[in-house]
């Protein structure tokens, strides 16, 4: 089975400031796909991105930026000088096919708790 | 907005009891993936259905049930409720239910078992 795991639980940051959420998977799959999903206070799940295994590009959205890196199973998700409207939980996942199975799931790391500060 | 939607937004039940939640898909969507959301077990796959069939299975108790009409909206069955099963469930869509491709989430109903 696959995992994903976001170390940080929590980080709390002032307005302006740059961080970087960790996200690490593990999968047997040599194809895969990753995403990065915002929930803020109001509950709905967002999403942000998706990349895919065969693809080392980082990519740059605004303020948001990704750093896929396939050699350590990573993928880091940067906020370029944070905003109080960027506090949030946000999840990584990763697709994967179920064993013996046609079908299709997202597995969520912990997710991290960003709160930012003005 | 995701184009997915859920209801209710909130239920609030006693234990025992059987609930129904309702999701219809993104326009075009065919497949349809339910999940839970709660403070112990965080975000997890219980079920996804494709044109109606059910494609994959997670970690769904027997308890609950699901299943796709042929307009393409889902239900959730949710029976014998107990304490645990209180959590934020949520649906979601994509085209076609193949790994490559963005699931896009509707809201959540937040269930509450007293």
């Known amino acids: 089975a696959q995992k994903v795991t976001q170390a940080q639980t929590e980080i709390s940051v002032v307005e302006k400031e740059d961080v970087t959420l960790d996200c690490v998977y593990e999968?047997?799959?040599?194809?895969?796909?990753l995403f990065w999903y915002k929930q803020p206070p109001s509950g709905e799940l967002v999403f942000l991105i998706r990349?895919?295994?065969?693809?080392?590009q980082n990519e740059i959205s605004g303020r948001y930026s990704w750093n896929f890196q396939k050699s350590t199973s990573s993928f880091n998700f940067t906020i370029t000088a944070s905003q109080v409207v960027d506090s949030a939980v946000y999840f990584c996942?990763?697709?994967?096919?179920?064993?013996?199975?046609?079908?299709?799931?997202?597995?969520f790391g912990g997710g991290t708790r960003l709160m930012v500060k003005p | 907005d995701s184009g997915v939607t859920q209801t209710p937004k909130h239920l609030i039940t006693a234990t025992g009891q059987r609930v129904t939640l309702r999701c219809s898909p993104r326009?075009?969507?065919?497949?349809v993936y339910w999940y839970q959301q709660s403070l112990d077990q965080g975000l997890q796959f219980l079920i996804q259905?494709?044109?109606?069939?059910?494609?994959a299975k997670g970690n769904i108790l027997e308890r609950f049930s699901a299943q796709q009409f042929p307009d393409l909206h889902s239900e959730l069955n949710l029976s014998s409720l107990e304490l645990g099963d209180s959590a934020l469930y949520f649906c979601?869509?994509?085209?076609?239910?193949?790994?490559?491709?963005?699931?896009?989430f509707g809201p959540g109903t937040r269930l509450l078992v007293l």
């Open positions: 979601a869509s994509s085209v076609a239910g193949t790994v490559r491709e963005t699931q896009y």
């Open positions: 999968t047997r799959d040599t194809t895969y796909y």
């Open positions: 990349r895919n295994s065969f693809d080392e």
């Open positions: 996942a990763l697709s994967e096919a179920p064993d013996n199975n046609a079908g299709n799931m997202l597995t």
């Open positions: 326009s075009g969507d065919l497949s």
């Open positions: 259905y494709y044109n109606g069939e059910e494609r």
